[in-house]
């Protein structure tokens, strides 16, 4: 018989596993606190070997070029440094490697594309600092009327347009607070007042925090501590209707997909589309221009399609009536009319911000011409290329510094306006005094995201190293064995990759990282490289999943009125958009981008 097992035995066994579990405790808390220098001393080693990978022979600098995108990537994932200080890597690295001249990397961070961004990041700056795109909102819905269904489709679209000129953060701001606003008026007690704001903003003596029960109350509401409101819940229990939580989830859920969706719609409306544009010129110099005409006649039907699927989802999950729920119809929408007249008139800088974003968008249209109408651009060069987008929206943003605030010639219904150098305050709702002397000046431009410009610039530079290292085609020829697969399949599966990436990391990022890649495949397995490029370019905007996927699901999700779960689980359904997307592209792409299946153009061969 064996032995038995000594009690000091057994002691030490359980002494080694408590010092075990001590030491993993120990460099969990140490990876906690340090994980952005361990992020950043683990990025150089995990590239440095690939500089001496023989990844084609014929092309030398093709391993180096591989190195500084793996450690590109790594910190562009992690953000051990801040994104556009990572963007700055090409200029440093691709000289000293070999790969391409000071100069060619420095061209890069300075094309068309980036003063288009920049340009139309002005205008939309403009739009934001004036409150225009408020009174646009609210105009909007007020004709729409009070049901309760179709107000939910009324504010997806709303924020679908805004979306497709301003940034999704800037949308997602504005029609947030008026979602909040309309969701205040159901399940509110009497004399109880519903504020939309979480409770570590109020004081612990004025409010209560009104938890989630089997009711599906709405967690992060709260009430004031009134008399009137504790005989109310006394007598009607929870005093809230049940489902009031489901309910409002789908509205703020509402708000920040169709932020998300919208920006699609224009190339200029999310940081992707405009990476695509850059990255085509970059990696396929002869390719036809993608115009913003043929990209909206393309993505804005599949725009306003993709949020018509995403509004019978909400409402099939969220904002149907259940059995025993209280059913929610018609809303008071006299706040929204009051918050419209308390905008007044249309004032004179919202009419020349309105008159230059129609020109603005007039002249993207007709630039390049449509059909037999000839563009406009053909006037000052017979090449309608040598004048771009970016041209406009810098002409565009130029005229907001030379337009004065105010209206400087006299009206019949008001006092003469004063001097054009007189200061004017500023409708931005703050409470804060503000001055300008211009619709925009030069303050404004400290709200200019450099780090996306850097990061535009970041992305184009390494589209250009694959090239001239030869690492395009050295990928191209790995990933020569999915020619045998149809290539809707391969769409299919690499747009759902990507749209399960950008998730995790930014989705202009994403973009950089992928469309190279994607480029190579297309040109090895013998297809057209629109069919994946544009595809993985919508689905890097398609990031629904997480608070943190997205800066409009982040700004619902403050309000602490959506849950974790409901987010996943209607995000984890809006992933089968990828579909529509990938069968969309293969019916309208052959009208709009001359795409067919098994047809290699000449300017990618």
């Not at 306003?304 to 909400?314: D, G, H, N, S």
């Not at 030869?470 to 399949?489: H, K, N, Q, T, V």
């Amino acid at each position: 018989m064996p032995s038995a097992r000594h009690p000091n035995d057994l002691s030490r066994n359980i002494f080694r596993v408590q010092k075990l579990l001590n030491a993993f405790s120990t460099l969990q808390r140490f990876l906690t606190i340090h994980q952005n220098q361990v992020s950043l001393a683990v990025g150089p080693l995990l590239a440095l070997p690939f500089i001496f990978v023989p990844i084609d022979s014929d092309h030398p600098r093709a391993a180096p070029c591989l190195a500084v995108c793996i450690l590109m990537s790594w910190y562009w994932i992690l953000e051990p440094i801040p994104i556009g200080i990572t963007s700055l890597l090409p200029l440093v690295l691709f000289p000293l490697l070999g790969i391409l001249s000071a100069d060619e990397v420095a061209n890069a961070y300075t094309n068309d594309t980036i003063f288009l961004f920049l340009g139309s990041f002005m205008v939309a700056l403009s739009v934001e600092k004036w409150c225009l795109h408020r009174r646009v909102a609210l105009w909007v819905l007020l004709k729409i009327g009070n049901h309760s269904a179709l107000l939910l489709l009324g504010f997806m679209y709303t924020t679908a347009f805004l979306s497709m000129w301003i940034s999704n953060t800037a949308t997602a701001s504005v029609m947030a607070p008026l979602v909040v606003s309309i969701l205040n008026q159901l399940g509110k007690p009497p004399e109880v007042e519903l504020e939309s704001r979480p409770p570590k903003q109020l004081g612990d003596s004025d409010v209560e925090e009104i938890s989630m029960d089997s009711a599906g109350t709405i967690e992060g509401l709260v009430y004031e501590k009134t008399a009137a409101a504790s005989a109310s819940q006394q007598a009607a229990g929870s005093g809230k209707p049940k489902g009031l939580r489901r309910y409002s989830s789908g509205y703020l859920l509402g708000i920040a997909f169709s932020a998300s969706i919208g920006g699609t719609a224009t190339t200029i409306g999310t940081g992707p589309n405009l990476a695509l544009l850059e990255q085509m010129k970059q990696l396929f110099p002869d390719s036809d221009e993608i115009s913003f005409s043929s990209w909206l006649v393309f993505a804005f039907p599949l725009a306003m399609l993709l949020i018509f699927i995403t509004w019978v989802l909400l409402v099939f999950i969220f904002i149907r009536r259940r059995k025993g729920e209280q059913r929610f119809v018609k809303f008071d929408i006299i706040s929204f009319e009051e918050q419209y007249a308390a905008l007044g008139r249309v004032s004179f800088e919202e009419g020349i911000i309105m008159v230059l974003v129609l020109l603005m968008a007039l002249l993207w249209f007709f630039r390049t011409g449509i059909g037999p109408i000839p563009g406009w651009a053909r006037l000052f060069s017979s090449d309608t290329s040598s004048v771009g987008d970016g041209t406009v929206a810098t002409l565009c943003a130029a005229l907001l510094f030379v337009f004065p605030a105010v209206n400087p010639l006299p009206s019949k219904d008001a006092p003469p306006s004063p001097e054009s150098d007189e200061p004017v305050l500023l409708p931005d709702g703050s409470d804060e005094v503000r001055c300008a002397r211009r619709i925009l000046d030069w303050a404004d431009m400290k709200q200019i995201p450099w780090g996306m410009i850097l990061l535009f610039g970041g992305g184009f530079a390494l589209a250009r190293g694959f090239i001239s290292s030869g690492l395009s085609g050295a990928i191209g020829s790995m990933l020569c064995a999915f020619s045998s697969l149809p290539i809707f399949l391969v769409a299919v599966c690499t747009s759902c990759i990507i749209t399960f990436t950008t998730e995790f990391t930014s989705n202009v990022a994403t973009t950089n990282i992928v469309l190279p890649i994607l480029a190579s495949m297309s040109v090895a397995i013998g297809e057209n490289p629109l069919i994946l490029m544009i595809s993985g370019t919508l689905c890097c905007s398609m990031a629904f999943m997480f608070p943190v996927a997205t800066p409009p699901n982040a700004i619902v999700f403050t309000y602490n009125i959506v849950r974790t779960t409901d987010m996943l689980r209607m995000g984890l359904i809006m992933k089968f958009t990828v579909i529509a997307i990938v069968v969309w592209l293969f019916l309208v792409g052959r009208y709009t981008f001359g795409i067919r299946v098994g047809d290699m153009p000449a300017w990618a061969s």
